[in-house]
């Protein structure tokens, strides 16, 4: 029965991937849902008992399951069903999103400076009061992904000097990474 489950998710998720591709939307931005449609209840059962899974694989808020079929968002066909991809956007999910892509991006500049994973940094995010503020919410998990001891978020103009100094660019919003080894 899980090993049947399992191949429902996998099909689940795969789609969901497919029409997140489809509506060019990278795993790294979440979406408020995924809607699963199947006239087979063990769809339905599989989807349900394995929602977390879905949701992590696919970085969605929610997996629901319906029995209609869907006209709403984008929506991808699968053996026994279909997913429909919620591509509306909030304020929430976009600052998660960046959030996501500002560590990528961290990582890779660690990864060029040739940090090591246990080698801490002092980091400062410069940006404008509008993508500072979205991004307090997210400080802690920023620290802790990319081995910052200290982060200060500021829109204010970088006064010292910093070993690393990038400026980069998401999505048409400007701001500036600067790092020291701790």
């Known amino acids: 029965v899980l090993e049947r489950q399992m191949e429902v998710a996998g099909k689940v998720i795969e789609a969901s ?3 997140r591709e489809k509506a060019k939307l990278s795993v790294r931005w979440p979406v408020k849902a995924i809607s699963v449609s ?5 769809v339905h059962e ?4 394995l929602k977390e899974i879905i949701k ?3 970085n969605a808020k929610e997996v629901l399951v319906v029995k209609h079929e869907q006209k709403e968002g984008i929506v991808v066909e699968f053996p026994g069903g279909s997913v429909a991809l919620d ?3 909030t304020p929430e999910l976009d600052a998660e999103g960046f959030a996501r892509e500002l560590m990528r991006r961290i990582q890779a500049l660690r990864k060029q400076a040739g940090l090591e994973k246990r080698d801490q940094i002092s980091l400062v ?6 993508f500072v503020s979205s991004l307090r919410p997210w400080e802690q998990s920023i620290k802790a992904k990319v081995g910052a001891k200290q982060l200060k978020l500021t829109d204010q103009e970088l006064v010292r000097k910093h070993e690393r100094l990038n ?3 998401i999505r048409g919003k400007k701001f500036t990474i600067a790092f020291d080894k701790a």
Do not use: F, G, I
Not at 38 to 42: G, V
Not at 125 to 130: E, I, K, P
């Open 17 to 19: 991937l497919s029409a």
């Open 38 to 42: 199947s006239s087979d209840e063990a």
């Open 46 to 49: 599989s989807v349900l008992k």
């Open 56 to 58: 992590t694989q696919v």
């Open 87 to 89: 591509t509306s956007r």
């Open 125 to 130: 995010l410069r940006a404008d009061a509008d």
């Open 167 to 169: 400026d980069e660019e």
